[in-house]
């Protein structure tokens, strides 16, 4: 056991005397604090095995958009790239400080699902993606990706409205079960919403697809894909966009009855079958923008990235071409 430990301790500490003497672009770090998947000792080893080869900065967000704040200042500093070292709420915050801005963002996986990180090729194990970084310092490519936004919120590869989002809410209620449990957690409270708020009566949503009117009651709406990971398995919803296609993909869940949300999971998690084809499900691709609103009054919660953002009667949605630098 103690083996296991100390040894991504040992490889980054080869990582660190094996950096070249003169640091080169400068780099800013910003830490989510209470990411839980690694120990503040591989943390800082962390910091110090990219000062091998980055003249790095190292900052902790303090509170809920304060990392927007922080990469906003770094663009205007003219940073070389931001770290984003957290889970993809983390992310999420880093790029709309970012979007439009000359600083490319990276990241560092410290949440439990990385989107994101695996999105962009980075190894989602801290100790390689680390080796990943260092490496890019000799092979230096920024590249453009697509961000979509929500009203007034960017996002950088899904956003939820209705039951999406309520399942949300309540999974961030608990962010230690969250870390602890991660998608069976996520499960288990999906399972419990259902049952409690949209079994009878559920809250009714209306979504704009071009000439098309679909009402349901929940839409994901898709920057990239997948939509998220549940272990190791892709989550496919919406299917077409992709980080560099400059559209958005999605899907409308028309009714949410007893019987059609376990066939709605089976195809989410199918390697074959697809959600686009469940008789309930509307799905959509090829848009560069879209509206959902209230259909019955009551505000629509709304998810980016997995975090919660609050309630709205309406969500506009568009996506945003080549206006994110990235690093991976």
């Known amino acids: 056991m103690a083996a296991a430990t100390t040894e991504p301790l040992e490889r980054l500490e080869q990582a660190l005397r094996a950096g070249p003497d003169t640091p080169r672009k400068r780099m800013l770090i910003i830490v989510n604090p209470y990411a839980t998947t690694v120990s ?17 900065e190292a900052v902790e967000a ?11 200042e770094a663009a205007r500093e003219h940073y070389d790239v931001v770290v984003a070292f957290g889970g993809d709420g983390t992310v999420n915050e880093a790029a709309n400080g970012l979007t439009g801005s000359n600083t490319p963002l990276s990241c560092l996986p410290g949440g439990r699902t990385n989107v994101y990180c695996r999105m962009l090729g980075i190894p989602i194990d801290v100790v390689d993606a680390t080796e990943h970084l260092l490496r890019l310092s000799d092979d230096w490519r920024p590249r453009k990706v697509d961000v979509g936004r929500v009203n007034d919120r960017h996002f950088l590869f899904s956003a939820g409205v209705g039951l999406d989002g ?17 998608e069976w957690y996520y499960t288990a409270v999906a399972v419990r919403t259902f049952s409690r708020h949209y079994l009878l009566h559920p809250p009714r949503l209306e979504a704009s697809l ?43 869940l028309e009714r949410a009855g007893p019987l059609d949300i376990p066939t709605v999971a089976w195809r989410a998690l199918s390697a074959r079958a697809r959600l686009g084809r469940h008789r309930h499900v509307t799905a959509f691709s090829g848009l560069k923008e879209l509206t959902v609103r209230s259909s019955d009054e009551r505000p629509l919660p709304l998810q980016v990235d997995g975090d919660y953002i609050g309630e709205a009667e309406a969500a506009a949605f568009a996506v945003l071409p080549s206006a994110l630098l990235v690093v991976s």
């Open 40 to 56: 503040d000792r591989l943390k800082n080893l962390v910091v110090y095995a990219l000062r091998g080869s980055y003249n790095v």
């Open 62 to 72: 303090e509170s809920r958009d304060h990392a927007t704040a922080l990469c906003r």
């Open 166 to 182: 309520r399942v949300v809410e309540r999974v961030d209620a608990h962010p230690r079960l969250k870390a602890r449990v991660g």
């Open 210 to 252: 071009g000439d098309d009117r679909v009402t349901g009651v929940t839409a994901v709406v898709q920057n990239g894909d997948p939509y998220t990971f549940f272990g190791n398995r892709p989550v496919h919803i919406g299917e077409g966009a992709t980080l560099d296609s400059g559209t958005l993909s999605g899907v409308v």
